[in-house]
């Protein structure tokens, strides 16, 4: 006996019986984006995450991993990924299950301790800046061969030579 709907005279297989009947939830489905070879997870709200190395060519990098683990990051929970994502659980030693790939885990922080950090970095980078400028300043002040315009707060220029002469043709 053919299967199908009766009197339609279309014939589908078990086959295809079987996988139309197959329930699909939304919570299953990803949807396809170009993102490179990490998946590109959605972050708990209230979290930040990105994917930390684990391993290189030559074996684990346990450096990598304390690194990040002094910066606050932790293995995100398998449990609090997307269902559709949980197929990237591995198990790592020393660390339990987690979700990784391309020998990364996925990792996650709190946005009160990032904030923290980016303002600790951005007082860095300040500070740096300032004492690069100030250097330059107080290197070539006085010099016959550099004008300086110095400024701390905004900007320093430094401008050597003489003009050009261009020849006459």
Do not use: C
Request: aromatic share 4%; proline share 4%; hydrophobic share 30%.
């Amino acid at each position: 006996m053919a299967r199908g709907v009766r009197g339609s005279g279309v014939r589908t297989s078990r086959e295809q019986e079987t996988h139309d009947a197959t329930d699909v939830h939304d919570d299953e489905v990803i949807l396809f984006e170009e993102s490179g070879p990490l998946p590109n997870i959605p972050a708990r709200a209230g979290y930040d995450q990105r994917w930390v190395r684990v391993a290189t060519k030559e074996g684990d990098d346990a450096r990598n991993i304390a690194r990040a683990a002094q910066r606050g990051w932790k293995p995100r929970p398998v449990e609090s990924v997307p269902k559709a994502y949980q197929w990237l659980t591995s198990k790592r030693e020393g660390i339990g299950g987690v979700i990784g790939t391309h020998d990364n885990i996925l990792m996650e922080r709190h946005e009160g301790i990032s904030e923290k950090v980016n303002a600790i970095n951005k007082k860095r980078r300040r500070d740096l800046e300032s004492a690069v400028k100030n250097n330059i300043f107080r290197e070539n002040v006085g010099g016959s061969h550099a004008g300086i315009s110095h400024n701390t707060e905004t900007s320093a220029t430094v401008e050597r030579g003489r003009p050009v002469r261009i020849a006459d043709d």
